[in-house]
């Protein structure tokens, strides 16, 4: 296969939709020899701020030394972006030729009389095989979904796993509970292993240290006494870390805003730690160096100054939770114009409170995906529960004549579902909406 045939069969194993379990993809990955055996993995679950995490830990390593390997998903514009060393995507060429091995496999399992492996498996088992050429070091690996049946929990050599916040979503899945789905992700912990934990609620990690205790497993809970937050701008974030045993660092910066990122950044550190307690070199130079040029695209991402132009994968409460925070936060009371769009199983009437009272004006937009909401209805349940000026749009593109008509002072954020982000992004990139990038 070539490289578009290649993308053609990815995405045809849609149909198969999403199942949990570790059978098919612990056949496949048998049929490649195993190669997410061949070096160790930082494994990181969760709700929310999993792909920030993943980043900021693998740009630490990177600046390191160490070659990299990073599996996150979704993607924002390109595939490629899914499975990445030391970040650059996986080449065209490498992926199809990688992938026509994995049919090939398949081939094999559906000649056994096994189950066709689903999309998330069949991308998870390309991943493992071309980080396994590259002869990685390390593999940030993030979880797909849950944790316990996730195709990545195949992996067995696990130095640490990161469980970072964790609200509802994906329910239908993981369970109605907190407790349920923090289950669900402590699924990745391994016997006799360390776990760092984002701090959140008590019922949460009591449900993580269970399973924990279970396995023989420690526990860390990222502890905010060990950060303080300095200043920050549009740029990002400076910080204090203040756990000096470890880690002596002088003051350092993300390029992440928002109070939660530094959440997660001490969630990352925390990480690190145990990289460095198993004799990996991991400096102070090498954090603020790493910390400091990492990025992640759709992520309350500043894209221009003048008008403010925000991108934000907000996609279930949680995230549209701290986009709300991080609004109040850069922007004080400020109003911003609003283009959102959501699936309909992320409960967007659940959002509304958070998100529509910083808004004076509402553009909504249909995400490119089966299970979005349509933009009139979403439009339609804007207006039933509050009095704001709200406009459905039928294209992305209606979205360019509003910003080109901006005043220089307005703040404009695009918040909702990552299916729509990508696009929006490749939109204002195309049309020169994008500063400094």
Same mark, same amino acid.
């Given at each position: 296969?070539?490289? %578009? $045939?290649?993308?053609?069969? +990815?995405?045809?194993?849609? @149909?198969?939709?999403?199942?949990?379990? !570790?059978?098919? #993809? &612990?056949?496949?990955?048998?049929?490649?020899?195993?190669?997410?055996?061949?070096?160790?993995?930082?494994?990181?679950?969760?709700?929310?701020?999993?792909?920030?995490?993943?980043?900021?830990?693998?740009?630490?390593?990177?600046?390191?030394?160490?070659?990299?390997?990073?599996?996150?998903?979704?993607?924002? %514009? $390109?595939?490629?972006?899914? +499975?990445?060393?030391?970040? @650059?995507?996986?080449?065209?060429?490498? !992926?199809?030729? #990688? &992938?026509?091995?994995?049919?090939?496999?398949?081939?094999?399992?559906?000649?056994?009389?096994?189950?066709?492996?689903?999309?998330?498996?069949?991308?998870?088992?390309?991943?493992?095989?071309?980080?396994?050429?590259?002869?990685?070091?390390?593999?940030?690996?993030?979880?797909?979904?849950?944790?316990?049946?996730?195709?990545?929990?195949?992996?067995?050599?696990?130095?640490?796993?990161?469980?970072?916040?964790?609200?509802?979503?994906?329910?239908?899945?993981?369970?109605?509970?907190?407790?349920?789905?923090?289950?669900?992700?402590?699924?990745?912990?391994?016997?006799?292993?360390?776990?760092?934990?984002?701090?959140?609620?008590?019922?949460?990690?009591?449900?993580?240290?269970?399973?924990?205790?279970?396995?023989?497993?420690?526990?860390?809970?990222?502890?905010?006494?060990?950060?303080?937050?300095?200043?920050?701008?549009?740029?990002?974030?400076?910080?204090?870390?203040?756990?000096?045993?470890?880690?002596?660092?002088?003051?350092?910066?993300?390029?992440?805003?928002?109070?939660?990122?530094?959440?997660?950044?001490?969630?990352?550190?925390?990480?690190?730690?145990?990289?460095?307690?198993?004799?990996?070199?991991?400096?102070?130079?090498?954090?603020?160096?790493?910390?400091?040029?990492?990025?992640?695209?759709?992520?309350?991402?500043?894209?221009?100054?003048?008008?403010?132009?925000?991108?934000?994968?907000?996609?279930?409460?949680?995230?549209?939770?701290?986009?709300?925070?991080?609004?109040?936060?850069?922007?004080?009371?400020?109003?911003?114009?609003?283009?959102?769009?959501?699936?309909?199983?992320?409960?967007?009437?659940?959002?509304?409170?958070?998100?529509?009272?910083?808004?004076?004006?509402?553009?909504?937009?249909?995400?490119?995906?089966?299970?979005?909401?349509?933009?009139?209805?979403?439009?339609?349940?804007?207006?039933?529960?509050?009095?704001?000026?709200?406009?459905?749009?039928?294209?992305?593109?209606?979205?360019?004549?509003?910003?080109?008509?901006?005043?220089?002072?307005?703040?404009?954020?695009?918040?909702?579902?990552?299916?729509?982000?990508?696009?929006?992004?490749?939109?204002?990139?195309?049309?020169?909406?994008?500063?400094?990038?």
């Amino acid at each position: 296969m070539n490289y %578009e $045939e290649s993308i053609d069969f +990815i995405h045809s194993t849609y @149909k198969f939709g999403s199942k949990l379990g !570790l059978e098919n #993809i &612990t056949r496949l990955t048998e049929l490649l020899g195993n190669p997410q055996d061949s070096y160790k993995i930082i494994h990181v679950a969760g709700t929310n701020g999993k792909g920030s995490t993943s980043n900021m830990i693998h740009d630490v390593l990177m600046a390191s030394g160490y070659k990299t390997g990073l599996f996150i998903s979704p993607f924002l %514009e $390109e595939f490629t972006e899914r +499975i990445q060393v030391n970040k @650059k995507h996986i080449d065209r060429q490498s !992926l199809a030729k #990688i &992938t026509t091995l994995v049919k090939e496999k398949i081939d094999v399992m559906l000649q056994e009389g096994c189950n066709h492996p689903t999309e998330f498996e069949v991308v998870t088992a390309i991943g493992f095989k071309y980080f396994q050429e590259q002869n990685i070091d390390f593999l940030v690996l993030e979880v797909g979904m849950g944790g316990r049946f996730d195709a990545t929990n195949v992996v067995r050599n696990t130095l640490v796993s990161v469980i970072t916040s964790i609200s509802y979503d994906h329910m239908e899945y993981l369970g109605d509970t907190l407790e349920k789905i923090a289950f669900e992700k402590a699924g990745i912990i391994k016997e006799n292993s360390n776990v760092v934990v984002y701090p959140q609620s008590e019922e949460i990690i009591s449900t993580i240290r269970d399973t924990a205790v279970e396995k023989g497993a420690s526990v860390t809970v990222a502890d905010l006494k060990n950060i303080k937050k300095t200043r920050g701008d549009l740029t990002g974030q400076w910080f204090n870390y203040l756990k000096k045993d470890v880690f002596d660092l002088p003051e350092a910066k993300i390029t992440f805003l928002g109070e939660h990122q530094i959440y997660n950044v001490l969630t990352a550190l925390a990480a690190l730690e145990f990289v460095k307690k198993e004799g990996y070199k991991v400096t102070e130079a090498s954090i603020v160096e790493g910390l400091r040029n990492c990025r992640f695209a759709g992520r309350f991402e500043i894209l221009k100054e003048h008008p403010v132009i925000v991108l934000d994968g907000g996609h279930n409460i949680n995230g549209i939770e701290y986009f709300s925070k991080a609004v109040k936060e850069n922007f004080g009371s400020k109003k911003i114009i609003l283009f959102f769009g959501m699936l309909k199983d992320k409960n967007p009437e659940d959002v509304l409170p958070f998100i529509i009272p910083l808004c004076k004006k509402v553009y909504t937009l249909t995400p490119n995906n089966p299970r979005a909401m349509k933009s009139e209805d979403l439009a339609m349940l804007i207006t039933k529960h509050y009095d704001i000026e709200t406009e459905p749009l039928d294209e992305y593109c209606e979205a360019i004549p509003v910003l080109r008509n901006a005043d220089h002072e307005e703040c404009i954020a695009f918040v909702g579902s990552l299916y729509m982000i990508g696009d929006i992004r490749t939109l204002l990139k195309t049309n020169g909406f994008i500063d400094n990038k």
